[in-house]
């Protein structure tokens, strides 16, 4: 057995006896004497082999990089001059007088230094390997360390961990289903829980009160930077508490954790409206580390002649927008021209802009393609509106609300980003006052939250009049991510009735999916509600790490993919035989 790990050795362990076990991180060979770093989960320990102590020196030659040995030896102090200061066993070595070698490796396919060279597709192929690297070693233990204190939060707090199936049946949170196939069902599927959403409320219905889980949660969706198949929510749920008591419990969570594993005091969460963070930050979770805003010129713009601007003005679903960055009149035609592009991901047909010159010189002091359109009083009134100082530049959206929206939020953030804007590290906020429904472009509704968030009205006010109603969810966003979100929910059948009826789910169809829900509704279901984070995203930016790939041990690909085990895989034909499942040839 080891008696220290590598990592772990200090000056206080000289003249001790030790034995190390680890793998063979270099090898260097110094003037007749062998260097070994040898590492393991800690960190790294210098071991040197003189040639007077053969049999060892010879194998200590023989090593490779990656093999697996114990070292048995006494720890000594650098000799003067050659302690390391970056390395925190740097002012200590080990002299080794025994050599075990557990275990050859061939040569790695990448050394885990060289990792950045290599690329995505080898490290994931490899991420055994991949995994020995300091860095993720240090963000898996970070993690480890967050599920630990989430846990003895919550049962702190009187929570309950209990368990919901991963084969079950379709929970509705927006993504499309991973289907498994039932063998002793002729035909039918189970499907991998998007969120243990129905059970964790059937658990209060059946009088738990408090539940968690750290639930894995299965989602199928076309994958963005960000996504992954598979995820981990810490998942909550609480029985008699209103949106307030919830809210503080999480909040006091992620303080929580923020202060015990970071040091750093994330201060008491401001909570701000749907609408108001769409209309500001055209986003429901916004960015409040950059000091920008969208400013609306909707009255200002509804009468000029300029068609791209008073359509969408006079429009009830139009917005025209404006977003000043100061000092953004040194943007080149050429940055402009990448933020022309970049606004068009999200379907902006274009940007215009107006350069903030010398404004003592009226509209002549404004630089623009589009000031003789708008015409110069115009374009001062909406200079005055916005504050606008000279050095300044103004960017427009002019379009379909959503369109102008998501792209001056998205533009916000990348301006913010690129001039250096960010203003502090953390920016925590709630987002509340949801609207309980969203329209289709068909003109459907759909639930903006999942069909279970109670509307903040009565039933009969809803089936009135269903579009503007708000419902009680609220989401946690933190730096611009959404960290987690959750609803009171409905109790009461004929709530959740009139919820479905809005969104055109016949009762059949309810019946059907969510019978179960609805039956334990009629029998006695408490006042209830809850939330989830998303634990990945949490890990990612209490690391800094730039995706979730980093803080996952073993991640998917872009195409939902399992390089490390090939999976998906294909199946043999008697498998799918016995699954009654015929496959058919894509034409
Ligand atoms: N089930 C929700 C989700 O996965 C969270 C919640 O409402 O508690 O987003």
Same mark, same amino acid.
């Given at each position: 057995m080891r008696s220290h790990y590598c990592g772990d050795l200090r000056k206080e362990h000289i003249g001790e006896e030790i034995t190390l076990m680890g793998w063979v991180h270099r090898r260097r060979d110094h003037g007749g004497v062998i260097f070994l770093d040898v590492r393991d989960r800690e960190g790294i320990a210098q071991v040197v082999f003189d040639p007077d102590r053969e049999e060892s020196f010879n194998l200590a030659d023989s090593v490779r990089n990656e093999y697996v040995i114990e070292v048995k030896g006494k720890v000594r102090a650098r000799p003067q001059g050659t302690e390391n200061p970056e390395m925190p066993t740097g002012e200590i070595e080990v002299l080794g007088h025994e050599l075990k070698i557990l275990n050859r490796a061939e040569t790695p396919p990448f050394q885990l230094d060289e990792h950045q060279q290599v690329g995505e597709d080898v490290r994931l192929r490899n991420r055994f390997i991949d995994l020995r690297r300091p860095e993720i070693q240090k963000k898996l233990r970070f993690r480890s360390k967050v599920t630990h204190a989430v846990r003895n939060y919550l049962e702190e707090n009187g929570f309950l961990d209990i368990e919901t199936p991963i084969l079950t049946r379709a929970t509705p949170e927006g993504a499309r289903d991973y289907l498994v196939p039932s063998r002793t069902h002729e035909g039918c599927f189970f499907a991998l829980p998007q969120s243990p959403q129905l059970f964790k409320q059937l658990l209060m219905v059946s009088g738990f009160d408090r539940y968690y889980q750290i639930a894995k949660c299965f989602r199928d969706e076309d994958l963005r930077a960000d996504r992954q198949p598979e995820f981990t929510q810490i998942d909550i749920e609480t029985s008699f508490l209103g949106e307030q008591e919830i809210m503080a419990l999480a909040e006091g969570m992620v303080r929580k954790l923020f202060k015990e594993l970071l040091d750093i005091d994330l201060g008491e969460f401001p909570t701000m409206p749907y609408s108001e963070a769409m209309q500001r930050y055209g986003s429901d979770k916004p960015d409040l580390r950059i000091p920008l805003e969208l400013v609306d010129v909707n009255d200002l713009v509804a009468d000029v002649d300029f068609k791209v601007f008073a359509g969408p003005a006079k429009d009830p679903k139009g917005r025209v927008a404006a977003l000043k960055v100061p000092g953004g009149a040194e943007l080149t035609r050429k940055i402009i021209d990448d933020y022309t592009k970049f606004v068009g991901i999200y379907g902006a047909k274009g940007l215009a802009w107006i350069k903030v @010159? =010398?404004? +003592? @010189? $009226? =509209? +002549? $002091?404004l630089q623009s393609p589009i000031v003789k359109f708008l015409g110069e009083e115009v374009a001062l009134k909406i200079m005055e509106r916005l504050g606008a100082q000279n050095g300044d530049i103004v960017f427009f959206g002019a379009d379909k609300a959503n369109i102008v929206n998501e792209a001056l939020g998205a533009l916000r953030v990348k301006v913010g980003e690129d001039l250096n804007m960010i203003e502090k590290n953390w920016a925590p906020l709630w987002v509340v006052d949801f609207p309980m429904f969203e329209e289709l472009e068909d003109g459907s509704l759909t639930a903006l939250h999942h069909p279970f968030t109670a509307p903040n009205c009565s039933p009969e006010q809803l089936l009135e009049a269903p579009q503007g109603k708000l419902s009680r969810a609220y989401d946690m966003v933190l730096n611009g991510t959404e960290l987690g979100g959750g609803s009171v929910r409905i109790h009461d059948q004929a709530m959740q009735r009139a919820v479905f009826k809005v969104l055109g789910i016949s009762d059949e169809e309810a019946e059907e999916k969510f019978g179960f829900l609805l039956n334990a509704l009629k029998?006695? =279901?408490?006042p209830h509600g809850g939330l989830a984070f998303g634990l990945d995203r949490l890990i990612m930016l209490m690391t800094g790490s730039s995706s979730i790939r980093e803080v996952i041990a073993f991640p998917k690909t872009q195409s939902a993919a399992c390089l490390l085990t090939d999976a998906p895989g294909e199946v043999s034909a008697s498998a799918l035989r016995e699954l009654n499942i015929k496959l058919r040839k894509t034409p």
């Open positions: @010159n =010398a404004l +003592e @010189n $009226g =509209a +002549e $002091g029998y006695g =279901a408490p």
